[in-house]
């Protein structure tokens, strides 16, 4: 193969993919190591559902799905969804799951960048939950992101905010204490400031519309929205017509 021929993998942290392929198996345990996903699940397709007035008959597509918790929910409310992951055996589970629910969901091993370079502006909704903090480049996934939506579409992206507060909360409270999900999880350093990636999402051309704070009660053990962005935050934005 020559140097040109060769295709890198862009923007994708080996040890992150590694590390979700290791407990692939148990994405769909409701009592497992994805149980805040499954708890939070709820919620943000709820608000999804809200800001797009339904999603019924809308193209979505869904980047780092993983085993595909919001993809199908997403898919069992009328949504063509596509999900992108580059952890195979993630997808493996989300293409079985799928298959035993009766739901179609288009499921492909790829970066947001490389199915962008060949998909650009093919979707009416794109969806980036809990992903940005897990890849090197953040910037770079937001523009594939934008470069996925059509003129008109509405773009979702949750991560978690760079404090301490969130620290305690996500590393400390949920991995160490806890024990919500496995050590190693997150790294603070990959946190993202709401005004950081709200300058991100203006610099891809895109038009902010919302944001929310994802607030967990362990009392109840439930998600909420609601104001403050101070730990898990959802922002939420437009690309011009």
């Known amino acids: 193969m020559t140097a040109d021929a060769?295709?890198?993998?862009?923007?994708?942290?080996?040890?992150?993919?590694?590390?979700?392929n290791d407990i692939a198996s148990r994405w769909w345990d409701p009592d497992g190591e994805f149980k805040p996903l499954h708890l939070l699940?709820?919620?943000?397709?709820?608000?999804?559902?809200?800001?797009?007035?339904?999603?019924?008959?809308k193209t979505v597509i869904d980047i780092g799905c993983?085993?595909?918790?919001?993809?199908?929910?997403?898919?069992?409310?009328?949504?063509n969804?596509?999900?992108?992951d580059m952890a195979q055996d993630s997808l493996n589970v989300a293409r079985l799951h799928a298959l035993e629910a009766g739901v179609t969901i288009n499921y492909q091993q790829a970066t947001a960048e490389q199915y962008a370079a060949e998909h650009g502006e093919q979707f009416d909704v794109v969806t980036?939950?809990?992903?940005?903090?897990?890849v090197?480049?953040?910037?770079?996934?937001i523009q594939a992101c934008a470069d996925l939506a059509k003129p008109g579409a509405t773009l979702f992206f949750s991560t978690l905010n760079k404090t301490w507060k969130a620290y305690l909360l996500?590393?400390?409270?949920?991995?160490?204490?806890?024990?919500?999900v496995p050590k190693g999880t997150h790294e603070f350093s990959k946190f993202i400031r709401p005004s950081t990636l709200m300058r991100y999402l203006e610099q891809a051309g895109l038009e902010?519309?919302?944001?929310?704070?994802?607030?967990?009660?362990?009392?109840s053990n439930s998600f909420k929205t609601g104001p403050g962005l101070d730990v898990n935050y959802i922002v939420v934005a437009r690309k011009p017509a």
Do not use: W
Not at 41 to 57: A, H, K, T
Not at 136 to 141: L, N, Q, T
């Open 6 to 20: 060769k295709q890198p993998q862009v923007n994708v942290d080996p040890d992150e993919i590694a590390k979700f």
């Open 41 to 57: 699940n709820p919620v943000r397709l709820s608000y999804i559902s809200d800001e797009l007035q339904g999603l019924f008959g």
């Open 66 to 79: 993983g085993g595909g918790i919001l993809a199908e929910s997403m898919a069992r409310s009328g949504a």
């Open 81 to 84: 969804v596509t999900g992108l």
């Open 128 to 134: 980036c939950m809990e992903m940005l903090e897990h």
């Open 136 to 141: 090197p480049e953040p910037m770079s996934v």
């Open 170 to 180: 996500a590393i400390v409270g949920a991995e160490h204490v806890m024990k919500l």
């Open 208 to 219: 902010i519309t919302d944001t929310t704070g994802l607030h967990f009660n362990p009392v």
